[in-house]
């Protein structure tokens, strides 16, 4: 049981070591400011997902809402954006069907900035907090 602990953190330290410099640069953003369409339009929203949302996906902490991965939100915001659409087509898979849906692409823009920035903020946050849910 033992070896199983110290297989996992060192684990979580490997992950944590190999993205650092993401996973601290995001610790210091503020989501809501960060993630706000209206204020920083929706290329720079897009920016910022697509910078930490593949971190989260190597370290296996990609969000999922409505069965749908953080990745779809992306890929379907950037075709919204080269068409000019007010509306962003998600395709994605569930029990092996081709799926899509359509949301606004404020929404959609707003939803993968926070997804991305959220998911690599926790990294983080587990790293300090873990030792206080290991049992002693």
Do not use: H
Not at 107 to 125: K, N, S
């Amino acid at each position: 049981m033992r070896s199983l602990k110290i297989v996992a953190l060192s684990l979580i330290a490997t992950a944590f070591v190999a993205n650092a410099g993401a996973v601290e640069d995001s610790v210091k953003l503020d989501v809501k400011k960060v993630c706000d369409v209206k204020a920083n339009g929706l290329e720079k929203v897009l920016a910022v997902a697509e910078k930490y949302n593949p971190v989260a996906v190597k370290n296996g902490v990609e969000f999922m809402r409505f069965g749908i991965p953080n990745s779809s939100y992306i890929a379907g915001l950037e075709e919204a954006i080269k068409a000019k659409s007010k509306e962003a087509t998600l395709k994605y898979k569930k029990k092996g069907k081709e799926l899509t849906k359509k949301f606004p692409t404020d929404y959609v823009a707003w939803r993968a900035c926070t997804f991305a920035l959220r998911a690599v903020q926790q990294i983080d946050e587990a790293n300090k907090t873990y030792t206080s849910s290991i049992p002693k």
